[in-house]
């Protein structure tokens, strides 16, 4: 007789043996430096706003583990808290990927750029709304920006994850 909590290790097994965990974690590195650079083409485009808003964001970033004392203003350059911030965001997007990678490993491409681009809008709210419970300095930037560049992060984590994983030893 097979249990249900039979059911759902056997089923997690197959989901963890399938899953490249290289990929995954390439994946999330090229994401977060395609999510980046998308989301600083946006604010150039259509804001006028550079460097300060990237000052901005890395501060509110690196607060998280530094503390508000980082906060802007000023938003001006600190390598302690871009270096910070950018430990961050690589940590936190290779999570991200190894996350998304549990749930595509066994799609195909196609199917896998949606459910990233869905998986994008998801990440938006729970960083924008839920993480905001706990850092509530983040709520500063919720805007259209953000949103894209959340679903730009979550399609080109997905992609980059189908072409790295296919073509693995």
Request: include cysteine; glycine fraction near 8%; aromatic fraction near 12%.
């Amino acid at each position: 007789m097979t249990h249900i909590g039979d059911f759902t290790i056997a089923a997690a097994e197959v989901i963890l043996l399938s899953l490249n965990r290289s990929a995954a974690i390439a994946a999330g590195i090229i994401a977060g430096i395609i999510a980046t650079a998308v989301q600083i083409a946006l604010w150039w485009g259509f804001l006028d706003a550079l460097p300060w808003i990237l000052y901005r964001d890395a501060r509110l970033t690196a607060a998280v583990v530094m503390g508000r004392e980082v906060l802007p203003p000023p938003a001006t350059f600190d390598w302690h808290v871009m270096t910070v911030a950018t430990c961050i965001h690589f940590v936190i997007s290779v999570t991200y990927s190894l996350i998304l990678a549990c749930f595509i490993s066994r799609l195909g491409m196609m199917p896998s750029v949606l459910a990233g681009g869905l998986y994008g809008l998801i990440l938006y709210g729970v960083n924008m709304y839920g993480v905001t419970l706990v850092f509530p300095w983040f709520s500063e930037v919720r805007d259209w920006i953000t949103i894209l560049t959340h679903v730009v992060f979550g399609i080109s984590m997905a992609a980059s994850y189908k072409l790295l994983a296919r073509h693995a030893p």
